[in-house]
């Protein structure tokens, strides 16, 4: 399994935006699927957005699409979550998971150890 990391997360107005990073300093990202989701207090875990490793296929949850967009740089072995337009309820700790393979359909393997994002209003 990989050992991710997240970044970037914080507090922010609500309005606002963040830019979520996600990384494995053990090998390159470029070869697995990644996906962010999201966990606020008393709530289930929802899957926010995902991309394949090629970048070509994105998924984005109908609660963030139009202000959440998921993109990755193979060449840094960066996948990133730019979150525009934050609101109240965007408030919740960010995961990035990462699956082995080029589709973002399926089970994730490998978790990080998740980013705290804070939206005040």
């Known amino acids: 399994q990989l050992q991710l990391v997240e970044s970037g997360g914080g507090l922010v107005q609500s309005g606002g935006s963040l830019t979520l990073s996600c990384a494995t300093s053990q090998y390159t990202l470029e070869y697995y699927a990644v996906g962010w989701f999201r966990q606020a207090p008393g709530k289930e875990r929802e899957f926010v957005a995902a991309i394949s490793w090629s970048g070509d296929d994105t998924f984005h949850a109908d609660s963030v699409k139009g202000r959440f967009t998921i993109s990755r740089d193979n060449a840094k072995r960066q996948i990133y979550l730019q979150m525009n337009r934050l609101k109240v309820e965007d408030t919740a700790v960010y995961y990035c998971?990462?699956?082995?393979?080029?589709?973002?359909?399926?089970?994730?393997?490998?978790w990080g150890q998740g980013t705290q994002v804070t939206v005040s209003s």
């Open positions: 998971a990462a699956r082995d393979g080029e589709s973002w359909r399926g089970l994730f393997e490998s």
